[in-house]
């Protein structure tokens, strides 16, 4: 019994161990619109362009100092080493999956990436954390409700009264 409690009062920790990190990279320059807070310079959010379902926005923000997002400074060839994904190769299921999963999502902006920063040797680049919001699709709206469930016929849960 001992180490069954033992087990799930270390079972939390071991699952912060396991949290992982993602890099993506914002290649597609010309598809993301930059919105800055007006109160924080910095906080700030990335929208996809053109607005379309499914809707895409990173957003760099918090409300309360204890949940603040994180940076990291990376020069480019350790970007590189941590197997980066490129946003222009993301399709939405892998945008939804993304918003879903419990990782960590750091990205490279776009006025970096586009720039000739990335080609300066060892430049700091900074890694901004985001939480990833994804809308519905048109194809995740059931056009039927009753495509939902099976219902079964209304006879089979009750007698029919004879008259």
């Known amino acids: 019994m001992w180490r069954l409690t033992f087990f799930l009062i270390t079972l939390p920790f071991f699952y912060l161990l396991s949290k992982k990190e993602v890099v993506l990279i ?25 607005y379309e379902f499914p809707f895409i926005s990173m957003g760099h923000r918090w409300i309360d100092e204890d949940y603040k997002l994180s940076t990291q400074s990376m020069t480019f ?44 040797h060892d430049h700091q ?16 709206v059931v056009s039927n409700p009753k495509d939902l469930f099976s219902f079964p016929e209304l006879d089979t849960l009750r007698r029919k009264k004879k008259n």
């Open 77 to 120: 060839s350790q970007i590189m080493e941590s197997d980066p994904i490129y946003t222009s190769q993301l399709n939405h299921h892998d945008w939804r999956n993304l918003a879903r999963e419990n990782v960590r999502v750091y990205i490279l902006i776009p006025e970096d990436y586009c720039s000739e920063k990335r080609f300066l």
């Open 26 to 50: 914002l290649n597609d320059c010309n598809h993301w619109e930059r919105y800055n807070d007006p109160y924080y310079t910095l906080r700030f959010s990335y929208d996809r362009l053109p």
């Open 125 to 140: 680049f900074t890694l901004y954390e985001v939480r990833v919001h994804v809308t519905a699709s048109a194809n995740d």
